[in-house]
């Protein structure tokens, strides 16, 4: 069955950095797209970032561009968030995600802290 993990949070100062990795397993990982979401406390869940099967196309929503990055290892089976320069607005459950023709599939979480 699809399995998506993911790993890496934790509590971190403002300014700092920060790698989450999801390991997938279950389906075919490099014919499908994959996506980060996080949801802050009290808000709902949103939409960080998403990769293309590839690699070749990446998106971000406007209030990570240019501090996080989306990447993927096909070999690995694992899609990574780079996240730089946090602010404590960054403060959410991070989960990745796929969908497989019209299901999707969630991981359970990772939780990342920017906290002085």
């Known amino acids: 069955q699809v399995q998506l993990v993911e790993s ?3 509590l ?3 300014g700092g950095s920060l790698r989450l990795s999801c390991a997938a397993s279950g389906f075919t990982f490099n014919n499908y797209a994959m996506s980060w979401y996080r949801q802050p ?3 709902e ?3 960080v970032a998403v990769i293309t099967s590839f690699g070749g196309g990446t998106n971000y929503r406007d209030s990570v561009k240019g501090r996080f990055t989306i990447s993927r290892d096909n070999a690995k089976n694992t899609v990574y968030l780079q996240m730089n320069s ?3 607005e960054d403060t959410a459950v991070y989960y990745c ?3 497989i023709r019209t299901a999707d599939y969630w991981g359970e979480g990772t939780l990342v802290t920017v906290s002085s």
Do not use: D, H
């Open 86 to 88: 946090l602010k404590p």
């Open 97 to 99: 995600k796929t969908r």
């Open 12 to 14: 971190v100062q403002p």
């Open 8 to 10: 890496g949070g934790g």
């Open 41 to 43: 406390p009290g808000k």
């Open 45 to 47: 869940r949103e939409l």
